[in-house]
């Protein structure tokens, strides 16, 4: 006789949980392989329970290969290896990753989330809703819904110089997503070049991929042009209007002669990364380098995570014709990594005057809140700040200091302070004497408060110095 106490299902359906019950009991030994079942009848009475119950659960048995049905002479356990039920650890899982828990984390790059439009985001996803409906559950575009690279290139044309048509824009489930399928259009035996100092991702994405790349030089006006040279590299990483993490804008001359060197040769090309473009804050933005190719060389790539929440994951890239073209031959068939209703909610949004309107008012937050963390590190009597620069554009601050402590020194004593922090040293390939001791400060998502006794956290690593 088999009973089982039916008052411990929870929420399970009686055959389930009379199918889970039978199947812990034959992978237990309890009931030893071959054992002839009770019949459904027998099973049912036992139980108290319909005998269509007793046909589920024995059915799923069946299908599972847990039991063998023989005719005229009912259920047998099937020839199954008794063993232990197997209970997942969690310890194990903690060990190999874990987020830490900072005070402030000045390392993290992030958008500030409580000033995200969230009554109007949701008044366009119920407008995209009522409008759109086979579209939605249609396979999209494999470039991304032509609504919105039109809207994309509308402001575009508005905001940054650029005159570009739809059919070149590619909409891809962020930056690191398009990189992976620019890198399988490009010429196989390209050298990628990649600005020292500059963003820790891209060489990572570069190694991952098995590719060719070299660290090239930055100076005050931009890439180093005889760097770049020495390098023999085919494909740049650039940053033009707003270099991360030193701030750099590259001045016109320099973009002309960036623009001349990827003319030279039919294979090089230019990847223009206008990341954080839009917080300039006491000036326009200056125009991007794809406004200015005539040669169509240059690939242009931004993203919305910073602009408005990375959750949303929406990037995007212009490719000359010619890539373009390769990419539509090699790329038609994957589908669109973006989900079609964020792709039409967005397009809304840029198209209503939202999207701007949004950027405006966090333009204004960021520039106040960068002020704020200048003037309380500016008062600090203990911070031996030699220089503070980084108001002017994007979402960080440089802060030079004059110590004795190396940047291993220093971050560990933030660590101690609960407060996670960066050097500019950390983003270099080749460390020079010029990159030491140089704080990089992300201050976009941290409020006064926070700030204030962060700056007091920072100076409490000097007092003993």
Not at 41 to 65: C, F, H, P, W
Not at 108 to 130: C, D, G, M, Q
Not at 271 to 280: L, S, T, V
Request: proline content about 4%; some cysteine.
């Amino acid at each position: 006789m088999l009973v089982y106490d039916f008052n411990h299902k929870n929420d399970q359906k009686l055959y389930e949980y009379l199918y889970e019950c039978l199947k812990k009991d034959i992978l237990s030994g309890r009931i030893p392989t071959r054992t002839r079942l009770p019949s459904k009848r027998q099973m049912a009475k036992d139980n108290g329970i319909s005998i269509t119950t007793v046909i589920n659960a024995y059915d799923q048995l069946l299908m599972e290969g847990y039991i063998l049905s023989k005719e005229k002479k009912g259920y047998f356990v099937a020839d199954v290896k008794a063993m232990e039920e197997y209970r997942p650890k969690p310890l194990e899982f903690t060990k190999i990753y874990h987020e830490e828990n900072w005070f402030v984390d000045f390392t993290a790059n992030n958008t500030v989330y409580n000033k995200f439009p969230f009554s109007t985001w949701k008044k366009v996803i119920r407008e995209v809703l009522a409008e759109y409906e086979m579209e939605l559950i249609m396979r999209g575009n494999f470039l991304g819904e032509e609504e919105l690279r039109s809207e994309i290139a509308e402001y575009l044309y508005r905001s940054r110089g650029i005159n570009v048509s739809p059919e070149c824009i590619v909409i891809g489930a962020g930056i690191e997503y398009l990189y992976s399928r620019l890198i399988k259009i490009l010429p196989s035996h390209a050298v990628y070049a990649v600005e020292n100092p500059g963003y820790k991702k891209i060489p990572r994405i570069y190694e991952e991929n098995g590719l060719q790349w070299r660290w090239v030089e930055m100076d005050e006006n931009g890439i180093n042009m005889d760097s770049l040279k020495q390098s023999h590299a085919s494909v740049i990483h650039v940053s033009p209007e707003h270099h991360y993490p030193l701030g750099t804008v590259m001045t016109a001359i320099r973009r002309q002669e960036v623009l001349e060197w990827v003319s030279e040769r039919p294979d090089r090309y230019i990847i223009e990364d206008d990341y954080d473009c839009e917080f300039r804050y006491r000036t326009k933005s200056i125009p991007a380098l794809k406004g200015l190719d005539r040669n169509h060389r240059v690939i242009y790539m931004n993203t919305f995570n910073k602009t408005l929440a990375p959750a949303i994951r929406i990037s995007y890239m212009i490719l000359p014709e010619k890539l373009m073209e390769k990419y539509i031959q090699t790329s038609n068939f994957f589908s669109n990594t973006v989900s079609s209703l964020e792709q039409y909610a967005l397009a809304k949004f840029i198209q209503k005057g939202y999207f701007e309107r949004h950027l405006n008012r966090i333009k204004k937050y960021y520039r106040t809140e960068g002020e704020r963390l200048l003037r309380l590190i500016k008062q600090s009597r203990v911070l031996p700040v030699v220089s503070a620069t980084g108001t002017e554009n994007g979402t960080h601050l440089l802060i030079k200091l004059d110590t004795s402590l190396t940047d291993i020194e220093i971050k560990w004593a933030a660590r101690n302070q609960g407060i996670n922090i960066s050097c500019l040293s950390e983003f270099c390939g080749e460390i020079r004497p010029e990159y030491q001791h140089i704080l990089v400060i992300n201050y976009s998502d941290l409020d006064e408060n926070t700030l204030r006794e962060a700056v007091r956290r920072l100076s409490n690593i000097f007092i003993q110095w």
